[in-house]
Each structure stands twice: as C-alpha cells, then as structure tokens.
C-alpha cells in the first residue's frame, strides 16, 4: 500500500514537474516569434494573444501555471521574444518580469512629420496621430528649442535601440538627447563660425541632399549655397519648390513654379526656408560644417544625366549649362 502510495505520489510529482518545467510552446515554423503586449492588456488579453497566435500547445497548464506564480497581477507591456519548446515557466518568468526585447528603430529619410510620424508608428507602440500632435505643438517643441517647421531638424539619422511599448512623449525626448549628443562643441563651434544655427546648418543639408545622389558633391554644393547666403543671393533651390508644392518627385522645375507663394520657395524668398525639407544624412550636416571654399555661385544638372553638376561662377556661363541641360530635357520629352 505504501509502495502505492509512493508511485502515485511519483507520477504526481512528475505530471506537476512536467507542466511547470516542461515544453509547453510550439512554434508553427520553429522561429522566434515576437509576442506584441499593448499597454494596458490585461492577464486575458494576454491569453486570448497566446490563443490567437497558437503559441502554447497546452493552456490550462499555462493558466495553472500563471495563477501559481502570480502572473494575472504583473502583465507588463512589450515585445517579447518566443523560443520553441519553452516551458511554461521559462515563458511566465519571462512575461511576468518585462523582460522584452529591445527595437533596433531606423531614423532615414523622411521629408515631412506625417512621414516621419508613419515610419515611427510602424517601428514602436506610440500611435502616428500622437506623435503627429506633438511634432505640430509649438508649445511642446518649444522646450526643446524647435517648432512644427524646424521638428524634422531633431532627428539624426540613425539605428536606436528603444522599448516596442514607448510613447510618444518619450520618444521625443529621447530624441533630442540624441540630437543633443550629436551636437558636440566641435560641431557647435564650426556653426558658430560659419554664421549657422544647428538647426540652420540642418535646412541647408536637407536641401543639399535633395540636390544630388553624389555625396563627393555635397562639400562643393554646400560651399556654394554659402556663397549665396553671404552675398544675399537669394538660393533658388529647386528642391524648395518641389517642397512647397508637395510634388517631390517632379523632374523639371518651370518658371511659373518659381512663383508659388511659400515661405519655402527660395527663388522668392531670400535666406534659408523656415525648417528643413527633409531629414539630411549626417554626412550632409557634416559637409555643410566643412564646405569646400570657392567662387562658384550657380550650378545645374549635367546634360548627361550622370547625376553631377556643372558649376560656374557667372550667371554667363550658367545660362550656358542651364541650355545644354534643358535641351536635352526637351529631347527626352520630360517636360514636367
């Protein structure tokens, strides 16, 4: 009777041994899988999440043992990486800690905040319409030393590592620490020399990186622009026109474009436009800090569409290329 006792009490021991201990997660193909929690689920939303997406082959012992180790109190938000064969212990340990795994988020190439704001929402749990409300408060950027037209100048290109659950408040501010990492004394002071803001040295990037695909061009380019600055030139960047129109991929400026009435069209308005057009590379900031010095005061696309420029020092000699450039536009039937 005794010897009974003791095997069933075995077999008990081990039954209870294998639903804490034992693999309880199968995975359709094997791979990782990335649990998404909301913030605010609570322990049934979590369940109905495990269901919805077939990760536990057993769920009653999963429940048994979630409410064993206290799990339906400490639902944490996050993204969470799922191994095959898990346990039902290592994945309660595992969601009932936070114990998520980090986004690698990518800052590129973005031209405007609703851009921005939809690249953002696909990489992290802020919703685009909430950072599209801060991205447009003057007062809430203003703490930062930007505005809805400048916004776009916070954010340096660049893969962060951020938690999937962090809001929208939170990635801002995040984001200007690393803006203001960026911004070294070596950088401030070369902007200080040159008689540009940070955020100006950014708006005159964003429209040299727009320019041109050729990155050996954006010191030369940056000098130029530069020139024009400083003799009160005004820039006539056909990229800003392309922006206040909302047509950025528009291959031909015409001259009745250059009379649309926007603070960002440059060929009516003198100086840099209110912010910049576009998120700029940090190889563009950087080669508006080390410009290469010259005269030249004008360029246009080669007529080889190489993706190069000519550059001329007088209005003569532009006419000249801005001739052989538009010839060949017309040849090649690209007339807007």
Same mark, same amino acid.
């Given at each position: 009777m005794i010897i009974i006792i003791f095997v069933i009490s075995g077999i008990e021991i081990g039954r209870l041994y294998h639903q804490i201990y034992g693999p309880n997660v199968k995975l !359709?193909?094997?791979?990782? #899988?990335?649990?998404f929690i909301p913030t605010g689920s609570t322990y049934e939303d979590v *369940?109905?999440?495990? +269901?919805?997406? @077939?990760? !536990?082959?057993? /769920?009653?012992?999963?429940?048994?043992?979630?409410?064993?180790?206290?799990?339906?109190?400490? !639902?944490?938000?996050? /993204?969470?990486? *799922? /191994?095959?064969?898990? &346990?039902?212990?290592?994945?309660?340990?595992?969601? /009932?800690?936070?114990? %998520?795994?980090?986004?690698?988020? !990518?800052?590129?190439?973005?031209? $405007? $905040?609703?851009?921005?704001?939809? @690249? *953002? &929402?696909?990489? *992290?749990?802020?919703?685009?319409?909430?950072?599209?409300?801060?991205?447009?408060?003057? %007062?809430?950027? &203003? +703490?930062?030393? #930007?505005?809805?037209? &400048?916004?776009?100048?916070? #954010?340096?290109?660049?893969?962060?590592? #951020?938690w999937w659950n962090t809001s929208a408040e939170s990635f801002i501010k995040r984001m200007y620490r690393e803006y203001d990492n960026f911004w070294t004394r070596e950088r401030i002071s070369r902007a200080k020399e040159i008689n540009l803001s940070p955020n100006e040295v950014i708006t005159l990037a964003s429209i040299i990186v727009n320019e041109t695909n050729m990155e050996n061009e954006y010191r030369r380019i940056a000098g130029l622009y530069i020139n024009r600055l400083s003799q009160g030139v005004k820039l006539q960047a056909d990229p800003t026109v392309k922006f206040a129109m909302g047509h950025f991929e528009k291959q031909r400026i015409l001259t009745r474009d250059t009379y649309i009435d926007s603070p960002y069209n440059t060929y009516l308005y003198g100086g840099l436009p209110p912010g910049p057009i576009s998120i700029p590379t940090v190889k563009a900031i950087d080669s508006v800090l080390k410009y290469e010095k010259h005269n030249y005061l004008y360029f246009c696309a080669r007529e080889d569409f190489s993706g190069y420029h000519n550059f001329a020092r007088t209005l003569d000699q532009h006419n000249k290329n801005a001739r052989l450039y538009q010839n060949e536009l017309n040849r090649r039937k690209i007339l807007k």
């Open positions: !359709v193909h094997k791979k990782d #899988f990335y649990l *369940i109905l999440l495990l +269901q919805k997406n @077939k990760i !536990v082959r057993d /769920r009653k012992t999963f429940e048994w043992a979630a409410m064993k180790k206290k799990y339906p109190a400490n !639902v944490h938000p996050g /993204r969470y990486r *799922i /191994r095959n064969n898990m &346990s039902n212990n290592e994945l309660i340990n595992m969601l /009932r800690a936070g114990l %998520q795994e980090p986004v690698d988020l !990518v800052i590129n190439m973005a031209r $405007t $905040t609703d851009e921005l704001a939809e @690249k *953002i &929402s696909g990489q *992290i749990e802020a919703p685009k319409d909430e950072l599209l409300k801060l991205l447009h408060n003057n %007062q809430f950027l &203003s +703490q930062y030393g #930007f505005n809805r037209e &400048s916004a776009l100048g916070m #954010f340096i290109p660049n893969t962060y590592e #951020f």
